[in-house]
Nanobody
């Protein structure tokens, strides 16, 4: 079964940066589109960014210009570089391989002064 291991979250001050990683196993990683979701406490999980198998990115408006999604097919890894973080970015972040119904445990991002 496809598995996802997210890492890189933590506590940062507003304006800070984090780089999230998601290592995927159990699939031919390079042929699938990937995405990052987040779920804030008490809120619905939302799609933040996607990247096609060819590397084409898309972003929700609230993170456009601040976040960058990328992938390294040789490492079976998708990344989310997050800059100029805001308190409203606080959430558990999950990666997603779209044909899969599985989720990893996520990684907590907390933006607070």
């Amino acid at each position: 079964q496809v598995q996802f291991v997210e890492s890189g979250g933590g506590l940062v001050q507003p304006g800070g940066s984090l780089r999230l990683s998601c290592v995927v196993s159990g699939s031919i990683f390079s042929i699938y589109a990937m995405g990052w979701y987040r779920q804030a406490q008490g809120k619905q999980r939302e799609l933040v960014a996607t990247i096609s198998n060819g590397g084409g990115p898309n972003y929700v408006d609230s993170v456009k210009g601040r976040f960058t999604i990328s992938r390294d097919n040789a490492k079976n890894t998708v990344y989310l570089q997050m800059n100029n973080l805001k308190p409203e970015d606080t959430a558990v972040y999950y990666c997603k391989q779209f044909p899969s119904a599985n989720w990893g445990q996520g990684t907590q991002v907390t933006v607070s002064s």
